[in-house]
């Protein structure tokens, strides 16, 4: 896309836009994030020195990146699946580390969670990708790490918040309700532990993209998918770079994407907790 057609970003640290067309719930999302999310907490004052004196942006790496999805994207057949040219997972981390090797100019870094707190519970996955991260913990993990899923799942997802993110993922109404109760929270995401991703391999497509994609809703201009930080950091680089070096667009990958997920949609943490009273009830067969 022409550089002129990024102007905003999105300046809160705000769930993904998780469908490439518009939905109702979005309408909500977005009033939601305009005027009752937190902004992220500053960046300690000197810390990030080194994303400021970082260089110039280099576009081989994603010109590489683009060139890897215009041979293969045709060949893309699963989510997840064979880690290889035919699963879109592998384009999405081509893409996000080919902006990831151009910018040198980012906030997103390992250790760095903001936005995997709260708001991360609205967005919703199909079982398509809930049984990849399933299947992760089930073979990967140790019995303690399950276990102690259990206990943070319990810990944090009482019946209240069940109750209302159930309300949330089907209704803007209960999303406008229940913000000023959600924000002062900050919940993690259940799969945080220490400010890491404990199902990174296995993490849905929207966790794979945030902080480096743009995305088109409702036929405006694109956005910059991520948190203000690193948002502003990367637009700034495209202004800088000019309209030779683009963001990668979500739009026709997550149409691809919504084409192989099958099975229901439901908020994360509510894939969690099924699968929490199964595990608790021994139902789970670890390696199976
Ligand atoms: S988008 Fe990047 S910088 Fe922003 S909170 Fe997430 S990891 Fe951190
Ligand atoms: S699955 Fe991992 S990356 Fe995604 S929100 Fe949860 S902790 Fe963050």
């Known amino acids: 896309m022409p550089k002129s057609e990024v102007t905003a970003v999105s300046m809160r640290p705000s769930i993904p836009h998780n469908e490439a067309g518009a939905v109702p719930g979005e309408v909500a999302i977005r009033l939601f994030f305009k005027h009752l999310a937190k902004p992220v907490d500053a960046p300690p ?6 994303v400021l004196a970082a260089q110039e942006p280099d576009p081989t790496p994603l010109a590489e990146a683009y060139e890897f999805v215009r041979l293969n994207a045709a060949l893309a057949d699963n989510i997840g699946e064979t880690g290889d040219e035919r699963d879109l997972y592998v384009h ?3 893409l996000a580390d080919g902006v990831k090797g151009t910018f040198a100019k980012s906030y997103c870094r390992s250790g760095c969670s903001a936005c995997c707190h709260y708001p991360v519970a609205l967005f919703t996955m199909t079982f398509t990708e809930w049984r990849i991260v399933q299947r992760y913990i089930e073979t990967e993990w140790t019995d303690e790490q399950r276990h102690d899923l259990a206990v943070r799942y319990r810990k944090t997802f009482t019946g209240l918040w069940r109750f209302m993110l159930m309300m949330l993922q089907n ?9 000023p109760l959600m924000f002062p929270r900050q919940v993690a995401c259940p799969f945080l532990v220490e400010d890491k991703c404990t199902v990174y ?4 497509y929207q966790c794979r993209s945030f902080g480096y994609f743009s995305a088109r809703t409702w036929g405006r201009t694109p956005k910059v998918y991520a948190c203000n930080f690193q948002g502003e950091v990367l637009l700034e680089q495209l202004e800088a770079a000019g309209p030779q070096i683009q963001l990668p667009v979500m ?3 997550i149409l691809k994407i919504r084409k192989l997920c099958r099975g229901p949609r439901m908020a994360l943490p509510l894939w969690v907790g099924i699968w929490v009273e199964r595990y608790e009830r021994k139902a789970v067969t670890p390696g199976q």
């Open 92 to 94: 999405l981390d081509k």
């Open 251 to 253: 739009n026709p990958l």
């Open 171 to 179: 209704s803007y109404v209960g999303v406008m309700l229940a913000a």
């Open 45 to 50: 004052p000197g810390e990030f020195a080194d």
């Open 201 to 204: 391999p296995a993490r849905p």
